[in-house]
């Protein structure tokens, strides 16, 4: 909403009688929502409840408002579990990371050797430790 802008459009459906072409009018100029003849008739049928050749623009910009934020909420939800899904998705891949790190961190070692190669490799460490 720009109150600025936006009080200026308002004015024009504050009428409880506006007639046909003027309310094509008005919602062409406020909205650049054009019709075709078809869809505008169709449009007047629904909302000329009293079948008078008039529109209540009040009753207009109550549906008006609400019709968009009924969309806003659709699309704010459809934002919301998009991000949601988002995040489960990125925790669930560094879930799997983490799994895969530990499996990388499992050694399977085999404990089963000789003491000739136990004694070869603590000589190798020794020298490596007197190197350094």
């Known amino acids: 909403y720009r109150p600025e802008k936006d009080a200026v459009i308002l004015k024009a459906f504050q009428s409880k009688h506006i007639e046909y072409d003027k309310f094509r009018s008005y919602l062409y100029s406020s909205f650049w929502l054009g019709f075709e003849e078809d869809e505008f008739q169709a449009f007047l049928a629904y909302f000329d409840s009293q079948q008078d050749g008039m529109i209540n623009g009040y009753d207009f910009m109550i549906a008006f408002t609400r019709l968009g934020a009924i969309r806003k909420s659709r699309e704010s939800l459809a934002v919301r579990e998009k991000q949601e899904l988002f995040l489960l998705q990125q925790k669930e891949d560094e879930e799997r990371r983490l799994l895969e790190l530990e499996k ?10 000789t003491d000739e ?4 490799a603590i000589k190798k460490l020794n020298e490596a430790a007197f190197k350094f």
Do not use: G, M, Q
């Open 117 to 120: 190669v136990k004694a070869v």
């Open 104 to 113: 990388k961190n499992d050694l399977a070692a085999d404990f089963s050797f």
